[in-house]
């Protein structure tokens, strides 16, 4: 089945500067990869994903890249702010005859300093 | 549109208890999922419905634990009898069919002394 693993666990950054969050998968059948953002004892949000026909896709400061023949995914948070600090997860969902099951990363706890 | 509702949102038990958690999908979403969430971990799958069929509850362990969706819409989620181990918060999530975005619930904590 799928795995993900998500690196690195935590990440201290200050305000301004830029955060990237990287991910990789070992189903090549995934095409779809989210990511959540969950601040502390919150639901996990939705703030980007891609579907595995794109290469790059942006939002604002937000941005995450795939490499499908690497099967990795990464997120780029640019002008970093104190309300990005949370834990943010990476997950990858299988191809149609999976079901649609999206395996998380183990996340990564992101602390902006101001 | 209305989100995900889940009840109750805290809730402690001695273990060996029975507990049960319930969930309302957003309305017109066919799938419904459950994770379980351990402190400092992520989400996992526990059971997912498409309907009331259940598509995949390979990591539910259902010597203890159950679920139904017995009209396609609102689900619930038993465990009987619980353990230290299933301190956690239940999560419930739905999406308009698999593989479409995934919508979550604010949790139900559950805390087993």
């Known amino acids: 089945g799928e795995n993900v693993e998500q690196h690195p666990s935590t990440l201290s950054v200050q305000e301004g500067d830029s955060a990237v969050i990287k991910c990789t998968y070992s189903?090549?059948?995934?095409?779809?990869f989210p990511w959540y953002k969950q601040e502390l004892g919150k639901r996990p949000q939705l703030i980007i994903d891609?579907?595995?026909?794109?290469g790059e896709k942006k939002d604002q400061r937000i941005a995450v890249t795939l490499n499908k023949t690497a099967k990795h995914f990464s997120l780029h948070i640019t002008e970093t702010q104190p309300e990005d600090s949370a834990v943010y997860f990476c997950?990858?969902?299988?191809?149609?005859?999976?079901?649609?099951?999206?395996?998380f990363g183990q996340g990564t706890e992101l602390s902006v300093k101001p | 549109e209305a989100g995900v509702a889940q009840s109750p949102r805290y809730k402690i038990i001695e273990k060996r208890q029975s507990v049960a958690f319930w969930c309302n999908p957003i309305?017109?979403?066919?799938?419904l999922y459950w994770y379980q969430q351990i402190l400092g971990q992520g989400p996992k799958l526990l059971i997912q419905?498409?309907?009331?069929?259940?598509?995949?509850d390979s990591q539910l362990p259902k010597d203890r634990f159950s679920a139904e969706r017995l009209k396609g819409v609102d689900s619930t989620l038993k465990i009987q009898p619980a353990k230290l181990e299933d301190s956690a918060v239940y999560l419930c999530?739905?999406?308009?069919?698999?593989?479409?975005?995934?919508?979550f619930g604010p949790g139900t904590r559950l805390t087993v002394t």
């Open positions: 999530a739905s999406s308009y069919s698999t593989g479409n975005e995934q919508y």
């Open positions: 189903d090549s059948a995934s095409n779809y």
């Open positions: 891609i579907r595995s026909n794109v």
């Open positions: 997950a990858a969902v299988g191809g149609y005859n999976q079901g649609g099951k999206l395996i």
């Open positions: 309305s017109g979403h066919a799938t």
């Open positions: 419905f498409q309907n009331n069929g259940v598509v995949d």
